[in-house]
């Protein structure tokens, strides 16, 4: 084991090592403000482009199934675990930090420094949970499914027009300036303002579509209180790939000016969450009394076919798909490259090189993908189910192993954890066999 490696362990399990030359120093400099870093604004504005992708049209479909007043449970439930799992994890990023006295670390790196060292059988599946990181990570689905509506957001409007273009012929087209815009070092900062005009058109062609539906009815749908609870697994994988931005939590909060207000009451996190959760579920349940079991699992797709108003949106829909594209690939990049691939270069001279062909090779992956992508709401599905372990129950498993280490657990505290990490393994089983069995019947 190597004097780096030492160390850390020393002092992850409590003991005091004397810390090398100009270490003291560092962790200093990582509590000071950065000049050049985004702000709390820009950070919430983040957060928002990053949540709000695709999954907030699949809310009404997810309504449907379940029924307004099981959604409410479903929804509102998912939303505020999951948001408590993001305090919990910054949290517990900070405290390893400074316990290892470095500036920061990725979502992988943080699951790879608290298994190593962790007395607990913990570590023997250290890993396997890397591994599985990588995969969540490094197989973009959501950065395909945005590639596939716009190319489909395209197609509509050339429709319009009396154009018939095929979707992995537009698709070919557009990845090349999203992975130039990719490339960019600094695009957190750059995309500040664009994320936020994105996310106002988001809510504008919400609004649309809300008053869309509401005039083109005579009256309200027939809608049901409680729907298929054998729907409720899936539903708990869409809600948790609709609100989830773990990729992103830890990337945004290494780009603050001040990071040590990403958690407070009215931080980032808090005010991006009580948006969101607003938005999705008003979303959800208006569309869903207007279309009632009309509702498709893109909701755009019940809009008016050849009108101006839908063409519109669907241009609206397309600019900011692009953005929220740049925004998600940071996310997975700054996992993936940052936190594993980076350090093996650092000291080449074709480091440079390397990094560039990775972003590439990502975004051409990316497009791999995207020419066979299935059924919308199914690929939500499936990296919904992929997240819950992985982004709900690990966390606080993290959790757990920190706290027990520094003497900081409860009954609360370990009731809390262990009943979220059992449901969540639940979930992912129920909702994987479910997903199984619907692709066996779409086949």
């Known amino acids: 084991m190597s004097n780096l490696e030492s160390n850390r362990a020393a002092t992850l399990i409590g003991m005091s090592p004397k810390p090398p030359q100009g270490e003291s120093e560092k962790h200093k400099e990582c509590d000071t403000d950065k000049k050049d870093g ?13 949540s ?61 420094e608290v298994f190593k060292f962790s007395p607990f059988p913990l570590n023997k599946f250290r890993r396997i949970n890397r591994y599985c990181l990588y995969l969540l990570f490094g197989i973009p689905t959501t950065n395909a499914s945005f590639l596939v509506l716009i190319a489909n ?26 992975t130039l815009l990719c490339m960019s070092r600094k695009v957190l900062e750059i995309l500040v303002p664009y994320s936020n005009l994105t996310n106002i058109c988001s809510f504008l062609i ?15 749908a027939t809608v049901q209180p409680f729907g298929n609870a054998a729907y409720i697994p899936e539903s708990v994988a869409i809600c948790a790939k609709t609100f989830r931005f773990t990729a992103l939590v830890l990337a945004i909060k290494h780009h603050m000016n001040h990071p040590e207000k990403y958690t407070h009451t009215f931080g980032p996190v808090n005010v991006a969450a009580s948006i969101l959760i607003i938005f999705y579920y008003s979303f959800g349940v208006i569309l869903y009394v207007s279309y009632g079991d009309e509702v498709q699992g893109n909701v755009l797709l019940n809009m008016p076919n050849q009108n101006y108003l839908t063409d519109s949106i669907n241009l609206l829909y397309t600019v900011t798909m692009s953005v929220a594209y740049v925004i998600v690939f940071y996310g997975r990049i700054d ?50 189910t992929m997240a ?56």
């Open 153 to 178: 957001g395209v197609q509509i409007i050339g429709k319009f027009f009396g154009v018939e273009l095929k979707t992995w012929h537009i698709i070919s087209v557009v990845i090349i300036p999203l």
């Open 52 to 112: 709000i992708g695709s999954g907030f049209l699949l809310m009404p479909f997810l309504m449907k199934n379940l029924g307004y007043v099981t959604g409410t449970v479903v929804i509102l439930t998912v939303a505020t675990f999951y948001y408590h799992i993001v305090h919990v994890l910054v949290s517990t990023e900070d405290k390893v930090c400074r316990q290892l006295k470095i500036d920061q670390l990725s979502y992988i790196e943080l699951a790879e």
């Open 38 to 50: 985004i702000t709390s604004f820009g950070a919430t504005v983040h957060i928002l482009r990053g």
């Open 206 to 220: 919400a609004f649309i579509v809300i008053a869309t539906s509401i005039s083109h009815r005579a009256k309200w």
């Open 388 to 443: 819950i372990p992985l982004e709900l129950a690990l966390p606080l498993v993290m959790d757990l192993v920190i706290r027990s280490k520094n003497g900081e657990l409860n009954y609360w505290v370990i009731s809390k954890n262990v009943i979220v990490i059992g449901g969540s393994v639940v979930l992912c089983i129920l909702s994987a066999k479910n997903l199984i069995l619907e692709i066996i019947n779409m086949n």
């Open 335 to 384: 996992n993936l490259w940052s936190g594993v691939v980076k350090q093996k270069f650092a000291n080449k001279s074709y480091g440079y090189l390397v990094e560039n062909g990775f972003y590439i090779g990502f975004n051409v992956f990316t497009y791999l993908i995207a020419v066979a992508l299935p059924d919308f709401a199914i690929i939500t599905a499936v990296s919904g």
